[in-house]
C-alpha cells in the first residue's frame, strides 16, 4: 500500500529502455526518416498517383525515378569480378565493351564502330566511335582500351578476374594502333571473339589507376547513360548522365535493391515500394496480372536438357534410342503446366535471341507410339533403366521439370532414376574430369547454354569428342564443328552452323525440354523494358 | 493447464528479494573470474568452430572451380589456385589460416575481393540494432504478459491466453513475417517491408525477429510469476494487506524478471540465428543476409570472418549477463563468491 509506484516505475523503466534502444538504431535512422517518406511519395507502386509537389499543368513531367528489386546483387562494382546476371543487368547501364549482344544474338557496334580480321584470322582491327567520354570527363579512346585489357589479361588479372576474363582468355595481346584503331591478336583463330569480348567493359584508364581495384569497386566510373551516385552491397544508386554517347535515358534515378526472398520481392512491388521485381515465381503471375502489373519474359538463350552418357556404349549409344527419348517426352505441355507458359520454346537447340536459330528447325513432336516402335526396334523393346544426376533449382521448376520427363519415359518403359547433386562439390568436378572425377550414372542435367556468347556454337565445344572429360562423341558433327569455329565468313559460318544444328537434331546427343527463361514483374506505368543477354539497359524505359 | 508454463526453469528464486549484502570487492573478483572463465571458454569455442568450419567449408566444393565454371581449363585451375593458395596441401592452407585468423586477417572475400572481416564489421551495427529492437521486445511484452498470465492462471481467459501462446511456439518466424508484411505493408501500405530507413522500417522485422523467441519467454515468466506466488514471503505479504499489485511488482516480479533475462541472454545466440530469416525477408543489410549471400557463393572468407565475429557477439552477451543475473539476484552472488 506504502509502495504502489514501484511498478509504474518497472514499466517506464522498460519503455525507457525501448525508446533508447531505438535511438540507438542509429543517427541515420533518423536523418533518412524524410527521405523515406519522400521516395515513397514518388515510386508509390502501381496507382501513380501524382506527388504532393507536382501541380495539374504540368509542362514538364517529373524526372522519374525507379526501384528495381534484386534477388542477388552484382558481386561488385568492379565489372570484371563476375559475369552474366547479376552483374550485367546494372553493369550495362554504367559501362560499355567495344560490342554487344544484339537481340538476335549478333555481335553488334558498341564502343567499337566496326571491326575486321587480318587473313591470319588471329589479328583483328577496331575502330573506336569518335568522341566518346567517361563521366569523370576522361577520354574513352584506343588508350583506355589498351590498359583495360593490360590489366585485365595480365597474369594477375587473369586469376583475379576469371569469372570475366576466361570468356576470352585466348587474346594474346591488345595494343593501341592510334587513338581510335585497336589491334587485338589471339592465340588461335577464334571467329567468336566480337561476342566474347562484349562482356569486357572499358574502364577509365588514370581514374583506375588512381583508385586502384578496390577504390574503383567502390565509386565505378563507364561511359554508359548512368552514373553511380551510391554503391553498396544492399542498394545501388544510378543517376541519369546527360554526356554519355547512347544518349540521355528518361529516368532520371535507378535504384537497385538486394531482395533476396521471392515472396518478400513480390510484396514489395505489391505495396508499392519497388516498381520491378525480378524473378517472380510463375504462379504468382496471374495474379500479378490481375492486379495490373505486366510480366516480362526473357530468355537465357539456354535450354533445359538432360544429357545422356553415351561413351559407355549400352542403350543410350543408339541414336534409335535418344530419337525415342525425344518423342517419348511431351514438351509442349511441360512448358504450358509447369512455366506456366513463359517458356519461349520448347525442344529447339538454338532459341530466339541466339545466333543460328530458326524457327523452321526440326522439333520432335510427342509421339510415344513411335518412340515404342524406334525402342523395339533398336531392341529394347522392354525398356531399359538410366541413372540420372541431376542438380535441382536452378531454373524454375526444373525439378518438376524433370520429374514430367521421368513419368513420360516411364510410359514408354524407359524408368529414370534422378539423384540430386551439389553443383559445386559433384557436378562440376565430374564435368570437368577433376581428380579424375566421372558421371557414375549415364545421365545427367546439363543446359544447352550459349551464354555469354549467345551463339549456337558454344554448348558444341562440351557436347562433343575434343571435350576434356568427354560423355559423348559424334565423329560426324567433329567436322562441322571444326568448320563453324573457323569460318570467318559470317554468312558462310552460318550456313555451316545451319548444318551442323539440323545433324544434331538428327542425331539428338541429350534430351531437350523447354527453354530457360527469366520472369520480370513491373508496374504497369514503365514502358520499353527490355532483358537480353543480360543487360537491362534503362537507355529507352520510360515511367508514367 | 499449468503444463503450458514453461517449468525447464533457468530462474532461480525461491526467496524473496531478502538480503541486500552490498556490492563490493568480493564482487568485483567474482565479475573478474567469471569474465576470464569465458573468455577461455570463448577461444576454444572460436578456435573448434573455425577448425571445423574450415574443413567442412573444403568439404563442399572447390572454389577455383565455382569461380571459373564449366569453362575450366587445367592451366586456369591452377592459376587461380596458385593464386588463391588453394594448391597447398590442407593441412598447411589450416595453419596458414589459423595465424592470419589470430592477427584477426580473414582474407578477401572472394566475390567482391573486399576485407572479409571489415565487411562482417560494416554490417554488424544493423544487425545488433535489430536484436537489440527484438530484445527489448521480448522483455517488455514478456513481462507484460507473462505477468498477466501468470498471475492467476486458472483463470479462463489466461489458460486460453497460455494455450495461444504455447501454439504461436509452433509457428515459423518467417510465416509470421510473410503474413505481417502482407498486411501492413501490401494491404494497408502503413509500414516499409524493405530496408533500413528510419525508425518506423524496424516495426516489423523487430516483431518478427522478435516472434522467435517470444512464446518461449512468456511461456516462463508466467511460470516463474506462478511460482514466486505461492511462496510464503507472498503469502506473508499478502497477510500484512498488501494490494495485488504491490505483490505483483514489489515481490512476485523482481524474481520471476530475472529468470527472464537470463532465458533471453542464453538465447541471444538463438534469437541471432532467427536474424538469418528475418534480414533475408525484409532485405534488412545485416550479417544475417550477408553470411547466406557467403555461403551460397562459398565465400570461405567471408563465412568464417562471420562466425568468429558472431561467437564473440554472442558469448559478449552471455558474459555480460552472467555478470548483471548476480548483481540482480544476491543469492548467486553469495553462493559463487
Known sequence: MRRTGSPIGLVVILVMALVLAACGTGDDAAETTTTTAAETATTAGDTPEPTTTTTEAEAEPEPASVRVGLGNMPPSGMPYLGAGSPGQ???????????????????????????????????????????????????????????????????EGRATYSANANNYGFIDTVTAIDDSTIEIVTSSPNVLLPSAISIAYILPPAYFADAGAEGFAQAPIGSGPYAVSEWGDDEIVLEAWAG??????????????????????????????????????????????????????????????????????????????????????????????????????????????VNGHDGNRFV????????????????????????????????????????????????VGVNVTITQVDFRGEWLPKFLGTDGADWSGNAFNYSWGTAPLFDAIRPFNFYQCGWTNAWYCDE??????????????????NAVLAQLLDHTAENPPSVMLTENFELWAHTGGISNFNVFAFNAPFDDVSSN | MTDQLDRSNVAPGTDGPGATSSVGSSFGRYAARQLLRRFGQLVVLVVSISTLLFFLLRVTGDPALVLLGDLSTEEDLERVRSFYGLDQPLIVQYVLFVFQAIRLNFGRSLVSFEDALSMVLEKMPATIQLALAAVVLNLVVAILVGGWLGYRPERPERRAGLFAVLVSQGVPGFVIGLILIQIFAVELR???????????????????????????????????????????????????????????????????VVGTIALVGVQFGFLLSGSLITETLFAWPGVGLQLIEAVRALDFPVVQATVAVVAVLVFAVQALVDILIPLADPRLRSQRA
Request: glycine share 8%.
Open chain 1, 364 to 411: 520432335y513432336p510427342y509421339d510415344p507410339d513411335l518412340a515404342r516402335e524406334l525402342l523395339a526396334e533398336a531392341g529394347y523393346a522392354d525398356g531399359f533403366d538410366i541413372e540420372a544426376e541431376m542438380t535441382l533449382g536452378s531454373f524454375p521448376a526444373d525439378a518438376e521439370i524433370f520429374e514430367a520427363m521421368a513419368g513420360y519415359l516411364a510410359d
Open chain 1, 89 to 155: 543487368y546494372v553493369w550495362s547501364n554504367m559501362f560499355d565493351a567495344l560490342t554487344r549482344i544484339g537481340p538476335d544474338g549478333a555481335p553488334e557496334s558498341a564502343l567499337a564502330e566496326s571491326w575486321s580480321t587480318a587473313d591470319d584470322n588471329l589479328t583483328w582491327t577496331f575502330n573506336l566511335r569518335s568522341g566518346v567520354t567517361f563521366s569523370n570527363g576522361e577520354p574513352m579512346d584506343a588508350a583506355a582500351v589498351e590498359a583495360t585489357f593490360a590489366t585485365v589479361l595480365s597474369e
Open chain 1, 244 to 353: 554519355s554517347w547512347r544518349g540521355e535515358p528518361q529516368i532520371a534515378t535507378v535504384t537497385y535493391l538486394n531482395l533476396p526472398d521471392p515472396a518478400a520481392r513480390v510484396q514489395a512491388l505489391q505495396s508499392g515500394q519497388i516498381d520491378i521485381a525480378q524473378s517472380p515465381s510463375p504462379d504468382q503471375a496471374d495474379s500479378l496480372i490481375s492486379d495490373g502489373f505486366e510480366i516480362y519474359s526473357a530468355t537465357r538463350g539456354q535450354v533445359l536438357a538432360m544429357a545422356l552418357v553415351t561413351d559407355q556404349g549400352g542403350p543410350l549409344a543408339d541414336v534409335r534410342v535418344r530419337q525415342a527419348l525425344n518423342y517419348a517426352v511431351d514438351k509442349e505441355a511441360i512448358r504450358e503446366a509447369l512455366t506456366g507458359g513463359f517458356s519461349p520454346t520448347a525442344g529447339l537447340y538454338a532459341p530466339p535471341g
Open chain 1, 476 to 493: 560426324e558433327a567433329m567436322p562441322l564443328i571444326e568448320a563453324v569455329n573457323t569460318t570467318f565468313d559470317a554468312g558462310e559460318r
Open chain 2, 190 to 256: 502503413l509500414l516499409p517491408s524493405i530496408g533500413r530507413e528510419g525508425l518506423s522500417s524496424f516495426i516489423l522485422p523487430a516483431i518478427t525477429l522478435a516472434s522467435f523467441l517470444l512464446p518461449r519467454v512468456i511461456r516462463l515468466t508466467a511460470a516463474n510469476v506462478d511460482d514466486a506466488m505461492r511462496e510464503d514471503y507472498v503469502r506473508t505479504a499478502r497477510a500484512s494487506g498488501a494490494t495485488s499489485t504491490t505483490v505483483l511488482f514489489r515481490h512476485v516480479m523482481p524474481n520471476a
